[in-house]
């Protein structure tokens, strides 16, 4: 539905984004995620037309977005982290004009107005002045904007900045809904919200991607995946099986206990389990169960982002 080849954006020296590419299908939900700065936004400005990229394509249903710049936006919504609007118009008089931007038919503007709005939860506001709402409610006239004629391919960038808990949830539930039959890239740095909506993800660090895939695969990442040994002994057995296991450079902790103790390592490779659990028998110890632990999204992301900086 959307592919990025090789973008790369520079602003004077710095160059903001690197050679970013990705796919993303219909029917799923991609969390594009970043700390402050890693070049998230300039990718956005990019995918959606607003920025030309000094080198690199992006192609939306198979229209390049610079060659075929209205055919391909055609296919796009875009909803921007700080969506610029006109703060004198009420929320109906903003997306009428948008609609009409988007080439929607005159007939059929004020329905795609209202099925736009109902979906993000804004019909409440819309005969109100855009410049007396709160961050809030401005996020939801954009996200109604972003999906006026029902785009194959949304691009949110920060959608649920400045929503209260409520409307975070409902605009979670959105998203997944809209999942089952379009294509989205959501932009965010809030870990929770890709778990709730996301089935992959793209992790970008200056301006580079550092890894992607399924969630459960970037859990899985080198060195994001433990070990988890249970077994029963003494303690001068527990600190050998310790010291070895660090000796074989699996970083392990040690939980002891009167009864079952815990021994966690990191999974350097495929046998690495296999290994940890042969070290403690080699110790002495007497085996409960074995097994891997994921590390938790937020664990794999810190590590992913401070890995690769200078």
């Given at each position: 539905?959307?592919?990025?080849?090789?973008?790369?954006?520079?602003?004077?020296?710095?160059?903001?984004?690197?050679?970013?590419?990705?796919?993303?299908?219909?029917?799923?939900?991609?969390?594009?995620?970043?700390?402050?700065g890693a070049g998230k936004t300039t990718t956005f400005r990019m995918l959606s037309g607003t920025l030309a990229p000094h080198s690199g394509s992006v192609r939306v249903l198979g229209a390049d977005l610079f060659e075929s710049p209205l055919e391909a936006k055609r296919q796009l919504g875009y909803m921007a982290e700080n969506a610029p609007m006109y703060p004198e118009l009420t929320g109906t008089h903003y997306l009428h004009y948008r609609a009409e931007l988007r080439g929607i038919p005159r007939a059929e503007r004020a329905q795609a107005v209202r099925q736009a709005a109902a979906r993000?939860?804004?019909?409440?506001?819309?005969?109100?002045?855009?410049?007396?709402?709160?961050?809030?409610?401005?996020?939801?006239?954009?996200?109604?904007?972003?999906?006026?004629?029902?785009?194959?391919?949304?691009?949110l960038d920060e959608p649920t900045a400045g929503l209260d808990p409520n409307q975070v949830l409902e605009t979670r539930r959105l998203i997944r809904e809209l999942s089952a039959d379009h294509a989205i890239i959501l932009s965010t740095h809030v870990l929770s919200e890709v778990e709730a909506t996301c089935q992959r993800a793209i992790v970008i660090d200056r301006g580079r991607i550092v890894a992607q895939g399924s969630l459960d695969e970037l859990k899985r990442h080198r060195g994001h995946e433990r070990g988890r040994v249970q077994v029963r002994g003494d303690t001068q057995q527990l600190e050998a099986a310790l010291q070895n296991m660090n000796q074989h450079g699996l970083d392990a902790r040690l939980e002891a206990t009167d009864q079952i103790s815990t021994l966690e390592f990191e999974l350097l490779a495929p046998g690495s389990l296999t290994e940890g659990v042969q070290v403690c028998l080699q110790a002495g110890l007497q085996l409960v169960q074995a097994g891997t632990l994921t590390a938790p999204l937020d664990e794999v992301f810190a590590r992913l982002t401070q890995e690769h900086q200078p």
């Amino acid at each position: 539905m959307i592919e990025a080849v090789e973008l790369t954006k520079s602003f004077g020296a710095i160059t903001a984004v690197r050679g970013v590419s990705f796919q993303v299908r219909r029917g799923e939900a991609v969390g594009f995620l970043g700390p402050n700065g890693a070049g998230k936004t300039t990718t956005f400005r990019m995918l959606s037309g607003t920025l030309a990229p000094h080198s690199g394509s992006v192609r939306v249903l198979g229209a390049d977005l610079f060659e075929s710049p209205l055919e391909a936006k055609r296919q796009l919504g875009y909803m921007a982290e700080n969506a610029p609007m006109y703060p004198e118009l009420t929320g109906t008089h903003y997306l009428h004009y948008r609609a009409e931007l988007r080439g929607i038919p005159r007939a059929e503007r004020a329905q795609a107005v209202r099925q736009a709005a109902a979906r993000a939860g804004a019909t409440e506001i819309l005969g109100q002045i855009i410049g007396q709402l709160s961050k809030g409610y401005r996020q939801r006239l954009a996200l109604s904007d972003a999906l006026l004629g029902d785009p194959p391919v949304l691009l949110l960038d920060e959608p649920t900045a400045g929503l209260d808990p409520n409307q975070v949830l409902e605009t979670r539930r959105l998203i997944r809904e809209l999942s089952a039959d379009h294509a989205i890239i959501l932009s965010t740095h809030v870990l929770s919200e890709v778990e709730a909506t996301c089935q992959r993800a793209i992790v970008i660090d200056r301006g580079r991607i550092v890894a992607q895939g399924s969630l459960d695969e970037l859990k899985r990442h080198r060195g994001h995946e433990r070990g988890r040994v249970q077994v029963r002994g003494d303690t001068q057995q527990l600190e050998a099986a310790l010291q070895n296991m660090n000796q074989h450079g699996l970083d392990a902790r040690l939980e002891a206990t009167d009864q079952i103790s815990t021994l966690e390592f990191e999974l350097l490779a495929p046998g690495s389990l296999t290994e940890g659990v042969q070290v403690c028998l080699q110790a002495g110890l007497q085996l409960v169960q074995a097994g891997t632990l994921t590390a938790p999204l937020d664990e794999v992301f810190a590590r992913l982002t401070q890995e690769h900086q200078p």
